[in-house]
Structures are given as structure tokens and as C-alpha cells.
């Protein structure tokens, strides 16, 4: 999904550079991502595109849990609404869709599609027939096009949030729960020194959290 933003508070750094971030509105993780950027977004002169990927595309070929691919088949509604509404209205709505969709699967644990989507058009004011998209395959090719576009900034083993800084991209970060304040600040500034040396590719453990939902959209 892509949006912009440009934050014009004070105490911003000038010349920040511009993050894309690749996320799946089905996926716990890149939710806690995209808390985290919007932490450092009330602190910090950033220009984000939130960009469209898909957990069912990305494993589409892979060799999954039953229950698991049943599950990501039918969170592809997500993705295709969210390309639907930005096909019709632009970038701007993006970002709004995201926080809202993410509020109720996430923050709500709402896990019923068909009572999640219409309610979220309803809370945004937009159009009740996007939701015939969800069910068509429709907008798959752009779904697509954007998921591809993240893979071919960070390669293809990874997953989601992708993120891309500097021009450089990365899978992650994987984070739980999101930072705030001066810890999400210090690991802004982690990722973007990282992102300037060519030669850094990894760094991992394993976790040892789940996914802790203590913010609101």
C-alpha cells in the first residue's frame, strides 16, 4: 500500500530520507511495524509509502499448514480491497484503510471477514460496492504487482513488513510490541545506519514474543 507523509512539526530532522513499507493487513508483525513508523512519524520529517504485499501470493508456492493456507486464501480480501480503494481514490486512502482495517482484525481480534470489511467501509465514509471486490479476482493483477514490487527490493526469502530506507530494503523490523517515544527514535536511527552500508544483509534471533497489541490505530 502507498501513502505520503509529510510531518511538519517541530523538532524533525531535515533531509530524512523516504521509507517505503510493503505490509499485508492480515499480518500481526507488519501491524507492529507500521505502529512503530507511525511512532517516529509524530517526531520526525518522514516521507512513507505504505505499499500493498500478500501473505497469500508470498506462500502461494510454499508448502504450508492446511489450516494456515485456507486462512491466508481467505485474508486475500484484504489486500484486494485495499488496492481497490487506492485504484478508485487514490494514495491518500490508503494509509486511513490500513489503520482501520488492522484496528479490528488486530486490536479487536475480529476474524470474521464478512463482518469486518463492511463495517470499516462504513467507519470511513467510503463507497459500500468496494466490498464486491474482495470476492473477484478482479484486482489481483495490481495486488500483484505491488507484492512483487517488495520482493524485488529485498529478494525472496522473506515475508512481511518489507521495508525499504535509503535505498536499501529490508524484511522487518520484526518487533513486539512496537516502540515509543525515544526507544522507537533509537531504532529509526539503527535502521537507517544499517541501511546506509552496502554490506550489512542480516541480523536475527529467534523470538520470543508473540505479537502484543498495546496500541490503538
Keep these: 500500500m502507498w501513502t505520503r507523509r509529510r510531518n511538519t512539526r517541530r523538532n524533525t530532522r531535515p533531509n ?8 499485508d ?4 508483525w507488519a ?18 509509502t505504505w505499499k500493498v504485499m500478500s501473505l497469500f501470493v508470498l506462500n502461494e508456492d510454499q508448502d504450508i499448514p492446511d489450516e494456515y493456507r485456507e ?18 481514490l487514490g494514495q491518500d486512502i490508503v494509509k486511513p484503510l490500513y489503520d482501520a482495517l488492522g484496528e479490528h482484525i488486530h486490536h479487536r481480534q475480529e476474524q470474521d471477514p464478512d463482518q469486518v470489511v ?27 504487482v505491488s507484492h512483487q514490487d517488495g520482493i524485488d527490493r529485498v529478494g525472496q526469502d522473506v515475508g512481511t513488513p518489507v521495508i525499504a ?10 518487533i513486539s510490541p512496537a516502540p515509543k517515544g525515544q526507544e522507537a527514535l533509537d531504532l529509526w536511527d539503527g535502521v537507517v545506519a544499517v541501511a546506509k552500508y552496502p554490506g550489512f544483509f542480516e541480523l536475527k534471533r529467534s523470538r520470543t514474543v508473540g505479537p502484543i497489541f498495546d496500541t490503538t490505530a
Excluded at 16 to 23: E, V
Excluded at 37 to 48: I, M, Q, S, T
Excluded at 137 to 143: F, P
Design 16 to 23: 530524512a530520507p523516504p521509507w517505503s513499507s510493503g505490509l
Design 25 to 28: 493487513p492480515n499480518c500481526p
Design 31 to 48: 501491524w507492529m511495524t507500521s505502529r512503530w513508523v507511525g511512532e517516529v512519524a509524530e517526531h520526525r520529517d518522514l516521507d512513507v
Design 71 to 88: 486462512r491466508i486464501h481467505k485474508g486475500q480480501l484484504y489486500p484486494r480491497i485495499v488496492t481497490a480503494a487506492r485504484l478508485r
Design 118 to 144: 463492511p463495517a470499516v467501509l462504513a467507519e470511513l465514509g467510503l463507497d459500500a460496492d468496494l466490498l464486491e471486490y474482495a470476492w473477484t479476482d478482479e484486482v489481483d493483477a495490481a495486488v500483484r
Design 165 to 174: 530506507v535509503a535505498g536499501t530494503a529490508f524484511f522487518g523490523p520484526v
